[in-house]
């Protein structure tokens, strides 16, 4: 089984891996990162360099799939890891879909009602929208 478990610095997100490290041992996790242009733009003082701001995150993208490296082994889960660049809820349907996964299991940070509506919900897009089963774990 292939799981896909999209990763951010997040403590859903590491709920996610943890949750697919424990519930699917014999599971090969992917951690994806998606690294979206228009956040890395946002951080601090970095906007006004756009290749330098995308050069950190991928920098970031490193240490977060070390977090998941940790969890994985330390359930003795196999982990593979990959960083796209775009939307995270486009990418990560269209990565599911366009590799050989078999679920996603995916953190939520659980906003409801005002928050979710002007901030939008990337689990919520993923769950719409992923032609593979969704766990959603808070």
Do not use: K, W
């Not at 896909?4 to 699917?24: K, Q, Y």
């Not at 906003?111 to 808070?138: D, H, K, N």
């Amino acid at each position: 089984m292939n799981i896909l478990v999209p990763i951010d610095d997040s403590d859903p997100a590491r709920a996610a891996i943890e949750h697919a490290a424990t519930t699917s041992p014999d599971a090969t996790i992917t951690a994806l990162h998606v690294l979206d242009p228009t956040m890395a733009m946002y951080r601090g003082d970095r906007s006004y360099n756009y290749e330098r701001a995308m050069q950190l995150e991928e920098e970031r993208s490193e240490t977060l799939f070390e977090t998941a490296r940790e969890i994985c082994d330390e359930h003795g889960v196999s982990l593979e890891t990959e960083t796209v660049v775009g939307r995270p809820a486009d990418r990560i349907v269209e990565f599911a879909a366009g590799n050989d996964v078999d679920r996603i299991v995916l953190g939520s940070h659980g906003r409801s009602g005002v928050s979710r509506i002007l901030l939008g919900s990337v689990a919520e897009r993923v769950v719409r929208r992923a032609s593979v089963p969704v766990t959603v774990v808070r």
